[in-house]
Nanobody
C-alpha cells in the first residue's frame, strides 16, 4: 500500500531541536504536496506546515512560524520538518500526509480530507 513512514521523534528539553523525517513508501514524495500535522490525545488534529508539489511554496501555521522549517530531498524520497526552539505546547504525535493537489490549502486543519495518504506518526515530547 502507499503510505508514509515518519521518524525522528523523541524527548527533548524546551528550547531544543528535533528533525522529523517523512519517507514515501511505494510512491515519490515529489508527486504530491506534503503536509505535516500534529495531534494531542483528546484533541483534534491540526495542521503544522505544507510544502507544495512544485516546491515553490512552503506554508507554516502561526504557532510554528519562525521556529519550524520544512524541506524535501527528492533523492532520498523524504520530506523533513526541522523543529527549533521547541516549546512544551509542541508536544504531540506528528503525522505527514499527501495530497495530489498542486497547491497547499489556505487552511491545513480544515482541508485534511484532501490528504489521502498518511503515516503512523512519531511522538514528540518537549519537557524539562
Amino acid at each position: 500500500q502507499l503510505k508514509f513512514v515518519e521518524s525522528g521523534g523523541g524527548l527533548v528539553r524546551p528550547g531544543g531541536s528535533l528533525r522529523l523525517s517523512c519517507s514515501g513508501d511505494g510512491f515519490s514524495v515529489d508527486s504530491f504536496s506534503i503536509g505535516w500535522f500534529r495531534q494531542v490525545p483528546g484533541k483534534e488534529r491540526e495542521g503544522v506546515s505544507c510544502l507544495s508539489r512544485g516546491g515553490e511554496v512552503t506554508k507554516y501555521e502561526d504557532p510554528v512560524k519562525g521556529r519550524f522549517t520544512m524541506s524535501r530531498d527528492n533523492a532520498k524520497n523524504t520530506v523533513y520538518l526541522q523543529m527549533n526552539s521547541l516549546k512544551a505546547e509542541d508536544t504531540a504525535s506528528y503525522y505527514c500526509g499527501a495530497t495530489s493537489s498542486g497547491h497547499c490549502p489556505v487552511s491545513l486543519t480544515k482541508s485534511m480530507m484532501y490528504f489521502g495518504y498518511w503515516g503512523q506518526g512519531t511522538q514528540v515530547t518537549v519537557s524539562s
